[in-house]
T-cell receptor, first 116, second 108 residues
Framework: GAGVSQSPSNKVTEKGKDVELRCDPISGHTALYWYRQRLGQGLEFLIYFQGNSAPDKSGLPSDRFSAERTGESVSTLTIQRTQQEDSAVYLC??????????????FGPGTRLTVL | GENVEQHPSTLSVQEGDSAVIKCTYSDSASNYFPWYKQELGKRPQLIIDIRSNVGEKKDQRIAVTLNKTAKHFSLHITETQPEDSAVYFCAARDGLTFGKGTHLIIQP
């Protein structure tokens, strides 16, 4: 079936503007993860959704970042009042069971965000 | 929280030789340790993982070892090939906390 998809693939915005990034997980996957990857760096965990449980927001860097997930489907990551240090690739992943199942995370292609 | 250290940051080996990448973690409660390969401009993909109830796992030319007492785990690639060139990431804390990555270069 289809893998994880993300949109847009590229986003250029001006400092101070809000952006919304979208992730469509693999159908049937109960867990969804957002990561940030700065150029040449590792993956930085942002937020984790598991079924109907309260999300683990422990990785969100500031209150300008928020995310929502509709049931066990699409998720949106919103960054308000963007700053230049927000420039990065934002990766979404999904997995069948989540952390309890210690199962494979499948990554989307990412959204490259550039804040001018 | 969990802290994952990965070494080396860059590793260059001759084609056919072995490559070893090492990671250490801080949270003794971590139980799941995946390794991802990310080729230039592409998404990370899982190549192998290990759980805390085993000490070693092998899949063809790739193996992972885990020492829970010392809180470190390693990726071993034998008989390296040009297509092994990529950035490799380890992770701990049930797969959420990643190392900074190792750029593996296979010299022909």
């Amino acid at each position: 079936g289809a893998g994880v998809s993300q949109s847009p693939s590229n986003k250029v915005t001006e400092k101070g503007k809000d952006v919304e990034l979208r992730c469509d997980p693999i159908s049937g996957h109960t867990a969804l993860y957002w990561y940030r990857q700065r150029l040449g760096q590792g993956l930085e965990f942002l937020i984790y959704f598991q079924g109907n449980s309260a999300p683990d927001k422990s990785g969100l860097p500031s209150d300008r970042f928020s995310a929502e997930r509709t049931g066990e489907s699409v998720s949106t990551l919103t960054i308000q009042r963007t700053q230049q240090e927000d420039s990065a690739v934002y990766l979404c992943a999904s997995s069948l069971q989540g952390l309890a199942g210690e199962d494979t995370q499948y990554f989307g292609p990412g959204t490259r965000l550039t804040v001018l | 929280g969990e802290n994952v250290e990965q070494h080396p940051s860059t590793l260059s080996v001759q084609e056919g030789d072995s490559a070893v990448i090492k990671c250490t973690y801080s949270d003794s409660a971590s139980n799941y340790f995946p390794w991802y390969k990310q080729e230039l401009g592409k998404r990370p993909q899982l190549i192998i993982d290990i759980r805390s109830n085993v000490g070693e796992k092998k899949d063809q030319r790739i193996a992972v070892t885990l020492n829970k007492t010392a809180k470190h785990f390693s990726l071993h690639i034998t008989e390296t090939q040009p297509e092994d060139s990529a950035v490799y990431f380890c992770a701990a804390r049930d797969g959420l906390t990643f190392g900074k990555g190792t750029h593996l270069i296979i010299q022909p």
